[in-house]
């Protein structure tokens, strides 16, 4: 049993193959708040910005966006990417869940939206649309140089 409702698919990954490398380029991973304040009270919070997903609103999944904090995109990728395309998170026990729980190797069949809601990204995102966005982005920016 996990802390979430995550479904019993997914394990902690810690894998750094160029697949897994290739992910981070392209979006960084979801958090939940209470991870992404956990990154920003270490001293990370300039490399942290707030956003609204939308996938879940698209897909019809979730009944509106989720307003979230969530790692800073830059032209190479993440933000908490190293040089070697490492995530400096990782080392630290600070890597948000989407990025411990996602498995790059296989595919993960999701047949109903009760089973998507289980999944890493599902999972962090509704965790944020729990909480009173405004209350959690003062928390996290309190002590951000700007």
Request: with cysteine; net charge positive; charged share 25%.
């Amino acid at each position: 049993m996990n802390d979430y409702n995550l479904s019993d698919k997914y394990t902690e990954n810690s894998c750094a193959c160029e697949k897994c490398q290739q992910m981070c380029k392209k979006t960084p991973c979801m958090g939940t708040p209470e991870e992404i304040l956990r990154i920003a009270k270490a001293g990370f919070g300039d490399k942290l910005f707030p956003t609204t997903w939308l996938v879940g609103f698209y897909q019809g999944i979730l009944d509106k966006p989720v307003d979230m904090v969530a790692p800073k995109m830059t032209n190479k990728g993440c933000a908490f990417q190293d040089e070697q395309g490492l995530c400096i998170l990782h080392s630290l026990g600070l890597k948000p869940l989407e990025g411990r729980m996602t498995d790059n190797h296989g595919i993960t069949i999701i047949n109903t939206i009760e089973e998507a809601l289980r999944t890493p990204v599902y999972v962090a995102a509704t965790e944020w649309a729990k909480r009173d966005f405004d209350v959690m982005k003062r928390k996290i920016f309190r002590n951000t140089k700007a």
